[in-house]
């Protein structure tokens, strides 16, 4: 491509105003003078928070929305003139592509082609390209709804790749897909606009993808806070950013709570058994710290701060502490547990405990056997065989009496849309057996703990990603259960809310309660005391974060290598075994 064809301006917009209502009547600005550039060939993400404004940009770069007001040019098509223009010739993969699942992958790309007019030859010339390109070539014949979710996602990206568009839209394409996937999806990206130079616009809430990214908006209510290239919004931060180490005894989660509470502190997260922390001024010296060079994430959070307010002390909730029981050994046991379908083996004798008040994450691909593994615990399924006890009950036998004492958030959270805030707890405060003042006091607390009480009357479907996810966490702890399953608690959900739900999480276990926790995301994992890595149904690694990491750079770099290993180590005995 030449200079000048590098340099072409893909995507234009200038003050753009996006204005929806609410069913109320109620007006919710999307956008509010929002101008952009994208060039060709390059990569351009859209980072911001809940509501922030980036999946109403993008659809209206795909010519599915128009803007109320402002200038926005595609390819040099005025979008609101001819959008469907622009629909022949951009490719929009949105957060929930429209897969076929009881169609083959073979069967949703012919489909898709179909659609939009790819003919026999040109399907000839690009399908091996993508089954090469997202490696779903020996895996063609499989149904759509056979896939994992990382394999279901590049499906999603190769379906909207069928017809070469001239530039590419992702609303959030890694959300609830594991590090492997992740990886895999960033590959096929990079690949796309470094020897394809196709132009590719992407949103996401996970702020380490902005790092690859050759541009970068900051969004935040609809206006744009900053854009530049990540180093640039890196800068912000220049001489602002430490590691604090914890002093004997303290876990590096309980410093990270207790900074964010810190009216000098802009932004704190636990990093390699120490805490990152960004200050709001360089003079900063509350506790002691080694300088650090900033990155894309903490020159966000100095950007953040200085527009939304510092958030409560999400940390201090008080909550009832569990009794220790005399001589109590471990509030988790699980031996040898083992759960079948048929002949499919989901958990292949697992093995390992958690102690009272610990955070202990499972962590695994997806397929690996994890949620089967809560369904379990939390006496939901039963067990095909092993030892399961969950505080002091053994759930192969006595699942119901367990109950009571366990709190459960769900990967997809089981709150009811169409019932407001108020009437989702009123309905979990009956499930959980409370009645008359007792139940009101407790629903009294959560709306008051998760400030949820300007929202009690709105229906669950409308609140952002962040509000339901402090919905469904209060709905679990309405009986202040001992311990407490999170499956996935916080894919998707923007910087702030992940910050502010481990601040709650770190103080529930200070005051006792057990956490037993999922997550995709392997920053996460730097919060809890100890985890095991799954594949397959079985237990790869077990360990504190640091031991689990070891000479890797990050935690995400250690579960990658340890999958790695035991896939090629299984792929080697199988080929192995099929020679004799």
């Given at each position: 491509?030449?200079?000048?064809?590098k340099?072409?301006?893909?995507?234009?917009?200038r003050?753009?105003?996006?204005?929806?209502?609410?069913?109320?009547g109620?007006?919710?600005?999307?956008?509010?003078?929002?101008?952009?550039?994208?060039?060709?060939?390059?990569?351009?993400?859209?980072?911001?928070?809940?509501?922030?404004?980036?999946?109403?940009?993008?659809r209206?770069?795909?010519?599915?929305?128009?803007?109320?007001?402002?200038?926005?040019?595609?390819?040099?098509?005025?979008?609101?003139?001819?959008?469907?223009?622009?629909?022949?010739?951009?490719?929009?993969?949105?957060?929930?592509?429209?897969?076929?699942?009881?169609?083959?992958?073979?069967?949703?790309?012919?489909?898709?082609?179909?659609?939009?007019?790819?003919?026999?030859?040109?399907?000839?010339?690009?399908?091996?390209?993508?089954?090469e390109?997202?490696?779903?070539?020996?895996?063609?014949?499989?149904?759509?709804?056979?896939?994992?979710?990382?394999?279901?996602?590049?499906?999603?990206?190769?379906?909207?790749?069928?017809?070469?568009?001239?530039?590419?839209?992702?609303?959030?394409?890694t959300?609830?897909?594991d590090?492997?996937?992740?990886?895999?999806?960033?590959?096929?990206?990079?690949?796309?606009?470094?020897?394809?130079?196709?132009?590719?616009?992407?949103?996401t809430?996970?702020?380490?993808?902005?790092?690859?990214?050759?541009?970068?908006?900051?969004l935040?209510?609809?206006?744009?806070?900053?854009?530049?290239?990540?180093?640039?919004?890196?800068?912000?931060?220049?001489?602002?950013t430490?590691?604090?180490?914890?002093?004997?005894?303290?876990?590096?989660?309980?410093?990270?709570?207790?900074?964010?509470?810190?009216?000098?502190?802009?932004?704190?997260?636990?990093?390699?058994?120490?805490?990152?922390?960004?200050?709001?001024?360089?003079?900063?010296?509350?506790i002691?710290?080694?300088?650090?060079?900033?990155?894309?994430e903490?020159?966000?959070?100095?950007?953040?701060?200085?527009?939304?307010?510092?958030?409560?002390?999400?940390?201090?909730?008080?909550f009832?502490?569990?009794?220790?029981?005399?001589?109590?050994?471990?509030v988790?046991?699980?031996?040898?547990?083992?759960?079948?379908?048929?002949?499919?083996?989901?958990?292949?004798?697992?093995?390992?405990?958690?102690?009272?008040g610990?955070?202990?994450?499972?962590?695994?691909?997806?397929?690996?056997?994890?949620?089967?593994?809560?369904?379990?615990?939390?006496?939901?399924?039963?067990?095909?065989?092993?030892?399961?006890?969950?505080?002091g009950?053994?759930?192969?036998?006595?699942?119901?009496?367990?109950r009571?004492?366990?709190?459960?958030?769900?990967?997809?959270?089981?709150?009811?849309?169409?019932?407001?805030?108020?009437?989702?707890?009123?309905?979990?405060?009956g499930?959980?057996?409370?009645?008359?003042?007792?139940?009101?006091?407790?629903?009294?607390w959560?709306?008051?703990?998760?400030?949820?009480?300007?929202l009690?009357?709105?229906?669950?479907?409308?609140?952002?990603?962040?509000?339901?996810?402090?919905?469904?966490?209060?709905?679990?702890?309405?009986?202040?259960?001992?311990?407490?399953?999170?499956?996935?608690?916080?894919?998707?959900?923007?910087?702030?809310?992940?910050?502010?739900?481990?601040?709650r999480?770190?103080?529930?276990?200070?005051?006792?309660?057990?956490?037993?926790?999922?997550t995709?995301?392997?920053?996460?994992?730097?919060?809890?005391d100890?985890?095991?890595?799954?594949?397959?149904?079985?237990?790869l690694?077990?360990?504190?974060?640091?031991?689990?990491?070891?000479?890797?750079?990050?935690?995400?770099?250690?579960?990658?290598?340890?999958?790695?290993?035991?896939?090629?180590?299984?792929?080697?005995?199988?080929?192995?075994?099929?020679?004799?």
């Amino acid at each position: 491509m030449s200079a000048a064809g590098k340099n072409r301006t893909v995507l234009l917009g200038r003050a753009i105003q996006k204005t929806f209502r609410r069913d109320t009547g109620e007006p919710v600005q999307a956008l509010d003078g929002v101008s952009l550039e994208a060039s060709a060939g390059t990569l351009t993400a859209l980072v911001g928070p809940d509501g922030a404004g980036k999946t109403t940009l993008i659809r209206l770069a795909a010519g599915l929305l128009a803007a109320d007001a402002g200038e926005l040019k595609v390819l040099g098509i005025d979008v609101a003139a001819d959008p469907q223009k622009v629909q022949d010739r951009v490719g929009y993969m949105p957060q929930k592509f429209g897969l076929y699942e009881d169609l083959s992958v073979r069967e949703n790309l012919d489909l898709y082609a179909d659609l939009h007019g790819v003919t026999v030859e040109e399907r000839r010339e690009r399908y091996p390209r993508l089954m090469e390109m997202t490696a779903l070539g020996p895996f063609k014949d499989r149904l759509a709804g056979r896939l994992s979710g990382g394999m279901k996602q590049k499906l999603g990206l190769a379906c909207t790749l069928v017809r070469s568009p001239e530039l590419l839209l992702l609303d959030e394409p890694t959300v609830g897909v594991d590090p492997l996937s992740r990886r895999e999806l960033w590959e096929i990206i990079l690949q796309l606009v470094n020897d394809q130079r196709l132009t590719v616009l992407l949103s996401t809430s996970y702020l380490d993808e902005a790092e690859p990214c050759g541009y970068v908006v900051v969004l935040h209510q609809g206006r744009v806070l900053a854009q530049g290239r990540p180093a640039e919004i890196a800068g912000l931060a220049a001489g602002r950013t430490f590691l604090a180490e914890p002093t004997a005894g303290q876990k590096a989660s309980g410093l990270q709570a207790r900074l964010l509470d810190h009216p000098g502190v802009l932004d704190a997260v636990p990093e390699g058994g120490r805490v990152r922390l960004v200050v709001s001024e360089s003079s900063f010296n509350a506790i002691a710290t080694a300088p650090v060079n900033p990155r894309f994430e903490d020159g966000f959070m100095v950007l953040l701060r200085g527009t939304v307010p510092q958030p409560s002390a999400a940390g201090s909730m008080t909550f009832k502490r569990p009794a220790e029981q005399p001589g109590e050994g471990a509030v988790i046991e699980v031996r040898d547990l083992v759960r079948q379908f048929g002949t499919f083996t989901a958990v292949d004798h697992i093995s390992f405990e958690v102690h009272r008040g610990e955070i202990f994450g499972l962590l695994g691909p997806n397929g690996a056997g994890k949620t089967t593994t809560f369904r379990m615990l939390c006496g939901l399924l039963a067990a095909t065989g092993g030892m399961l006890r969950v505080g002091g009950v053994d759930l192969l036998h006595a699942r119901a009496s367990a109950r009571q004492r366990i709190g459960y958030v769900a990967q997809k959270f089981s709150l009811y849309g169409q019932l407001s805030v108020n009437e989702n707890l009123e309905f979990f405060a009956g499930a959980y057996g409370l009645r008359g003042e007792r139940k009101s006091e407790r629903i009294n607390w959560a709306l008051r703990q998760f400030e949820l009480t300007p929202l009690a009357r709105i229906p669950t479907e409308r609140l952002p990603g962040g509000y339901r996810q402090r919905l469904a966490m209060a709905a679990a702890l309405l009986h202040e259960p001992e311990i407490l399953f999170l499956d996935e608690p916080t894919s998707g959900a923007d910087p702030l809310a992940r910050r502010e739900f481990w601040q709650r999480i770190t103080g529930l276990s200070e005051q006792g309660v057990t956490v037993v926790v999922t997550t995709h995301f392997m920053k996460e994992a730097e919060y809890c005391d100890r985890v095991a890595i799954m594949d397959a149904g079985r237990i790869l690694a077990q360990g504190t974060p640091a031991e689990i990491r070891g000479g890797e750079p990050t935690m995400e770099d250690a579960f990658i290598a340890i999958v790695e290993r035991a896939r090629e180590s299984e792929s080697a005995r199988s080929e192995k075994s099929g020679a004799a």
